[in-house]
């Protein structure tokens, strides 16, 4: 029977008022988005004009001996008084504005920074990191600004206060100067938001910098920043080291806080996240290290165990017992992945070191059981939840079909695509929501796994690892495609080891000839598509991991700092 018409006239203005309802919607959302670029636009002009009243100023200030300083001998410096910090405030400024504009990395210029740098030159403190500019990741929070996350409702939402690593960093001198651009929800290894876009690795513009502290590994990479921080969930630390040819340390979880740091995932407890430091050497890593864990960092969050950094460790020159392996048996390592750990492990034999191989086991499994299960294991619902309300999910939209479907769909929808697509197969099984006895008994896994890694490493009398790093860059939009290649770096949050990276070679014409015959360990899409995601790229930096056991940061970073020695001496030398 037809409607009556006005039934159907009422029908008719409802949905007409729903349209009406929504247009407005995206419109106030587009209007914040446009607000948020016109501030970003803004901060630049700020530095700008910053540097250019500086130079003014001081037209004899040699802006490039100051860029060409390491962070040790930086420091040194400026606390012996022999170089000024507005000098190297406002060089860094330059730099990093030179840096922004070429590849998109900085979201917000901090001007309260020129207030602390005339605040400093008054007090007189010296703490080790004294008159240092410093940039800082977007989620992690700076007192009245916002940590956005890439997300639009997160904007105009300013910080109370400081996070407690912002904290100490100023405590300890340090000027942070910059906020930097992350990828949407941070699950990401690239670097593109809807409301500050795209962010270009600073080695070659069609290159993803990593993710998701992309911008910091892009001004960092560029020289714009001689020390940054960045957080770290599955390689978001590395990631972005590795493709923009510098050095980071992700810390074991919890020895440096993380209150005031914003998740993209809030609650997971199965895949430990932690915050660190980038730089462009080990040493520079090291000097972090020693001003950040320290009683303020200890007072502010009592949560952080009071374990100050052991310089005996760290100085030790005894020869290291080293495990190694070439990869993991899931992501086939690339041609250059593989060079690069054969000729470190060479190097490092030459130079009177211990080198074991270790067989990894179930990486598979680790990764899909543990992570993907464990990160999701409410069915996606809190990731889905921070995406309610944006105006952008395309890029996202098999996931997040994936993701809303119920229980019974993705266990048959797994079940069917088994014998086709086993990866695929795993990670919808993996994604349906756990019970809390489910989820109780995947971290009691996950603890079983841990153990079971630990003892097979003491096993082998072993004191650190020196195991592959995905690279080089992927081209830019690749990484989205490429969820599943994280497994080199997402073992060691899933173990909360210690994992510092550090570049050792380039892609050679060798290395790109061998890659024709690449075609990875399940031969499927994935495999295909990362064969595409290496090409073309001669001349581009690779590195390694260097992995310790937890809570043993300082022989972590010993055990980079002798493979940096060892890669500068073999480049002198050739």
Known sequence: ??????????????????????????????????????????????????????????????????????????????RDGSLPPEHVFYTYVGKALQIATETNCITEYLQESETQLQKMKLTGKLGLLYGVPVSIKDSIDCQGHDSTLGFIKNLNKPAAEDSVVVQVLRRQGAIPFVKTNVPQSLISYDCKNLIFGQTFNPLLYTRSPGGSSG???????????ILGFGTDVGGSLRFPAAFCGICALKPTGNRLSKKGIISGVPG????????????????????????????????LDSTVPPLPFNEEVYSSTQPLRIGYYETDFFTMPSPAMRRAVRETKQLLEDAGHTLVPFELMNVD??????????????????????????????????????????????????????????????????????????????????????????AQWKKLNLDVMLCPMLGPALSIGYPRKLSVAVSYTMLYNALDFPAGVVPVTMVTDEDEEELKGYQGYFRDWWDRTLAKAFRGSVGLPVAVQCVALPWQEELCLRFMKEVETLILKKNRLV
């Open 1 to 78: 029977m037809p409607l009556p018409v006005p039934a159907l006239l009422c029908c008719s203005a409802a949905s007409l008022l729903l349209l009406l309802l929504r247009w407005r919607r995206r419109r106030g959302l587009w209007r914040k988005v446009k607000e948020a670029r016109q501030r970003q636009e803004r901060s630049l002009v700020q530095m700008e004009m910053a540097v250019r009243r500086f130079r003014e100023q001081h037209p004899s200030v040699n802006m490039i001996s100051i860029l060409s300083l390491p962070l040790p001998e930086l420091s040194k410096k400026l």
């Open 215 to 225: 911008g910091e590994g892009a001004l960092v990479g560029g020289g714009g920043s």
């Open 268 to 299: 997971q407890k199965a895949v430990a996240a932690a915050v660190g430091p980038m730089a462009k050497d080990v040493e520079s890593l090291a000097l972090c290290m020693r001003a950040l864990l320290c009683e303020d960092m200890f007072n």
């Open 365 to 454: 499994y680790m990764l899909f059981n543990f992570c993907v299960r464990g990160m999701f294991a409410d069915g996606a619902t809190s990731f889905l939840k921070a995406f309610k309300g944006e105006l952008e999910k395309s890029s996202m939209g098999l996931f997040f079909w994936l993701a809303k479907s119920p229980n019974w769909l993705k266990t048959v929808l797994s079940w069917i695509a088994k014998p086709f697509v086993p990866r695929f197969s795993d990670i919808m099984r993996n994604m349906r929501a756990n019970t809390v006895d489910e989820v109780w008994s995947l971290h009691h896994e996950i603890e079983e796994f841990c153990h079971q890694f630990i």
